[in-house]
């Protein structure tokens, strides 16, 4: 359980982040700079305009710089949890809309979440007061394989989404086949001739050149936006597969067409942590999930993402279910008590996430000219009862108050006077 914080600390605060134009100076703490390595002891963390200006080992604070002192305390940038619908859906059994599915529409190739992510969502801030200050959400469902353009968000009440369209999300899973025509064997096909057919037109394109320009001066469909993105090699296709069989014929389809691809569920990947390490396909899993559900899972175990990281796979970690985003934390321990180095569990919280989702040049390490996602733990952050002391998003120094802390603070303290009704 995480500890309490003071009334007294929070009086002041509301959920709405302060001015980012702050200079903060972050001193005297262990500075973890690049996910798990680059460790600086008592170190000074320069903060101006939302970003980094400097990383050092005691160094001096300039004047006006608010100072936050971390002696004793350990410094990491912000995690990321890198499978969730933050922002796209809110408490199960609601009656009201649910924006992460959409389980009548076909097709969704070039459809994008951003315009319908909502920053107020009350599981944005349970999340980022745990030190998770970034996040990839996405839809979950549709009438087909085809889940449209996932984002790229921080944890922030404003100017949220980072990279819109980031990647091309689609399921390959065994749900995906039953709605696909029933059958596997109609899925890849069908996944076959769509991205031969955006192939062969955009061969015939560059072959017409500016001749087909002027025959056709209709603007390009979404669904022909996205595919040449994804065909040349400027978007991920996120796929979701979890059976050995059909993760071997994903990687025979990145090679086929030539594109980038990120791995997702991943449940028996490890069975083939050789492939995809040959293959450069990253994998994204919850090492929480250790149990076979169905027969696409039968392999499935914790110590996937220690034995993936072994064979040379880039890995990072999905949370067990948005509520419970903040909890990609947690399985990033649950990792490490099977087996994946601490250091590389650290890694897959922040530079590989970044990596992967292509966000590397602005978030993930604690380095000059990065956005300032910073958080000040108590203890290492991979123990379960440690807990940020501060968290800042892109310079914002976010107060450390959700609802859930609200309502703690309201009622943990009941009146026991005689005569009280509880």
Do not use: C
């Not at 530079?351 to 910073?374: H, Q, R, T, W």
């Not at 940020?388 to 108050?401: N, Q, S």
Request: proline share 4%.
């Amino acid at each position: 359980m995480r500890k309490l914080i003071s009334i007294a600390a929070i009086a002041a605060a509301t959920f709405t982040a302060s001015v980012s134009a702050e200079d903060i100076a972050i001193t005297g703490g262990r500075a973890f700079t690049n996910g798990g390595s680059g460790e600086v002891e008592n170190a000074t963390i320069l903060v101006s305009a939302g970003k980094i200006t400097s990383v050092s080992a005691g160094g001096a604070v300039p004047d006006g710089y608010r100072v936050i002192d971390a002696s004793g305390k350990w410094v990491t940038a912000g995690f990321m949890a890198s499978d969730t619908t933050l922002g796209l859906s809110e408490v199960s059994l609601s009656g009201g809309i649910v924006d992460s599915s959409a389980p009548n529409e076909k097709n969704m190739i070039g459809v994008s979440v951003a315009p319908a992510y909502n920053p107020a969502s009350i599981f944005i801030a349970n999340t980022r007061i745990e030190g998770v200050t970034r996040a990839m959400t996405r839809m979950t469902n549709s009438g087909d394989m085809w889940l449209g353009l996932g984002a790229i968000v921080k944890m922030t009440d404003s100017d949220a989404v980072t990279h819109e369209k980031a990647f091309l999300v689609i399921d390959l899973d065994e749900g995906s086949a039953t709605e696909v025509g029933g059958s596997r064997a109609v899925l890849w096909h069908k996944l076959n001739e769509k991205f031969q057919a955006a192939k062969d037109k955009m061969d015939k394109a560059a072959d017409n050149g500016d001749e087909d320009d002027k025959k056709d001066a209709k603007r390009p469909s979404a669904e022909d936006v996205t595919m040449t993105a994804v065909l040349s090699g400027n978007m991920p296709v996120y796929a979701i597969v979890n059976r050995k069989a059909d993760i071997e014929q994903l990687i025979a389809f990145q090679n086929r067409f030539g594109i980038r691809v990120i791995l997702s569920g991943a449940g028996e990947a490890w069975m083939v942590a050789d492939m995809l390490a040959a293959a450069g396909i990253p994998v994204v899993l919850d090492p929480s999930a250790n149990l076979p559900s169905n027969f696409d899972l039968l392999a499935r175990t914790s110590a996937a993402a220690g034995r993936l990281h072994a064979a040379g796979v880039k890995v990072a970690f999905i949370p067990p279910g948005t509520p419970n985003a903040r909890l990609v934390v947690q399985n990033a321990g649950i990792a490490v008590s099977m087996g994946m180095p601490w250091d590389a569990a650290m890694d897959a919280l922040t530079v590989n996430p970044a990596e992967i989702f292509g966000v590397a040049d602005s978030y993930g390490k604690l380095a000059a000219g990065m956005d300032a996602d910073i958080v000040v733990w108590d203890g290492d952050p991979l123990e379960l009862m440690s807990s940020p002391d501060t968290v800042l998003i892109a310079g914002d120094d976010i107060p450390l108050v959700s609802r859930q802390t609200k309502l703690r603070d309201r009622y943990k303290d009941l009146d026991r006077s005689p005569g009280f009704d509880r």
